[in-house]
């Protein structure tokens, strides 16, 4: 298996989605990829849009799900989406710098990040955890 990665698993209701990566860092941008690869967002080509985030760490779930949560807010009030991420993590804040585009299309809306069975777990090398979008 790859270092870095994320693929969609069966879920009854909601989607839900395993990542996994060798870092936290790597872990959130993974899973920030993967939730648009399952939204099957299309961001304008072009010119990029630069945007800033800046998170506080209670731990590292909600912190994820907070990062999540800041990009379908952007997606839903801007119509914006997003594919290069610099992240960094110092001092219990982290601090996204982050390039995008405008969404051109997206086959299905996900309304929410939830907290349903959400553990980052240790993975032999890395990081893994298995997240649940509501749709």
Known sequence: MMDTG????????????HVWAPDF???????????Y???GMCLQP???IQRELTLQMNDPESLLVRFLGELLFLGEQEGLGFDDFDLRLEAGWLQVHMAGAPIISQRKEIKAVTYHNLLIRQRGKGLEVNIVFDV
Do not use: N, P, S, V
């Not at 994320?6 to 989605?17: L, N």
């Not at 860092?25 to 939730?35: F, R, V, Y």
């Open 6 to 17: 994320f693929t969609e698993i069966e879920h009854t209701a909601d989607w839900e989605m």
């Open 25 to 35: 860092i790597t872990l959130l941008k993974q899973a920030a990829l993967g939730m």
């Open 37 to 39: 690869t399952l939204a």
């Open 46 to 48: 072009g010119d990029r």
